[in-house]
């Protein structure tokens, strides 16, 4: 079963700084992985979405990687602003089952 | 475009009783997954539906069934409510082809199982 784990669970940075959030899942076999971001009792809006294939994808400001042999995901969110202050999700597809298994996410506070 | 759409956004239940949700994918979109969010367990996956069949189900009991009709709509169907199921469920579309499977999600129903 796929286990995704993100540390830290919360963080807080003042305006400007950048930001690393960290994913990492127990098994290789994946399909793709996306990041997500969510805000206080609304859905999820999806960020970036990196096949297995990809080793990293960029929007804007944000920019994720992936090492899929190490199990790990990293997104970086450059010069932070308070209107990142959200809780972040990542999602990996396994290629075994399809099934989407999420990580328990990471709130961040971007202080002004 | 219009974004996914969940009806209704509040519910409030007994226990006992069930509860029928709706979700309306993004126009073109064909495959529809449902989640279940609690403070405690997170965002866990109850099942996926691609046009009219169920393709995955998560580990939730019975009580929890879905169904996708022929425009794409789904409805997620609770029966025998618990304290415990009072979470948000959330719905998300994909149009599920390769290099576009990202899921949007929807607002979510927010269900308080009394």
């Known amino acids: 079963k796929q286990e995704v784990t993100q540390i830290p669970a919360a963080l807080s940075v003042p305006e400007g700084e950048n930001l690393v959030l960290n994913c990492s899942f127990t098994?290789?076999?994946?399909?793709?992985l996306q990041w997500f971001r969510q805000d206080p009792g609304k859905g999820l809006t999806s960020l970036l979405l990196i096949q297995s294939s990809q080793r990293e994808q960029t929007s804007g400001r944000l920019n994720a990687s992936l090492d899929k042999s190490s199990g790990r995901s990293t997104l970086y969110i450059a010069a932070s602003q308070p209107g990142d202050s959200a809780t972040y999700l990542c999602?990996?597809?396994?290629?075994?089952?399809?099934?989407?298994?999420f990580g328990a996410g990471t709130t961040v506070t971007v202080r002004a | 475009k219009a974004g996914v759409t969940q009806t209704p956004r509040y519910l409030i239940k007994t226990r006992g009783q069930q509860v029928t949700l709706s979700c309306s994918p993004i126009?073109?979109?064909?495959?529809v997954s449902w989640y279940q969010q609690t403070p405690g367990q997170g965002l866990q996956f109850l099942f996926e539906?691609?046009?009219?069949?169920?393709?995955n189900k998560g580990n939730f009991p019975g009580r929890f069934s879905g169904r996708q009709f022929s425009n794409s709509r789904s409805e997620m169907n609770v029966s025998t409510l618990e304290l415990g199921d009072s979470a948000l469920y959330l719905c998300?579309?994909?149009?599920?082809?390769?290099?576009?499977?990202?899921?949007?999600f929807g607002p979510g129903t927010r269900l308080l199982v009394l």
């Open positions: 098994d290789s076999a994946i399909y793709n």
């Open positions: 998300a579309s994909s149009i599920d082809r390769v290099g576009q499977e990202t899921q949007y």
């Open positions: 126009s073109g979109h064909r495959s």
């Open positions: 999602a990996v597809r396994s290629s075994n089952d399809y099934k989407l298994s």
């Open positions: 539906y691609f046009s009219e069949t169920q393709r």
